[in-house]
């Protein structure tokens, strides 16, 4: 027997787009809100980055050595 597909709710994200994109909005803004959203996704992942590598306290040098091994 089959095991229906079950999805888990809407994350808060999800919500909040479904809501936006419920309206019609011109293509150029589109392209705007996807930008946005890959700029502050970069953002976080550079954080993020830069927290490891404090946390490491890594280097250039450091960071050179595990690359080339």
Excluded: C
């Excluded at 936006?20 to 930008?35: A, R, T």
Aim: glycine residues 0%.
């Amino acid at each position: 027997m089959l095991k229906p597909n079950i999805h888990p709710p809407l994350t808060n994200i999800q919500a909040e787009l479904l809501k936006l994109f419920s309206v019609d909005i011109p293509e150029n803004h589109l392209v705007e809100i996807k930008n946005m959203i890959a700029l502050f996704l970069l953002e976080k992942a550079r954080d993020k980055a830069d927290a490891i590598w404090d946390e490491k306290s890594l280097t250039d040098k450091k960071l050179a050595q595990i690359l080339n091994k």
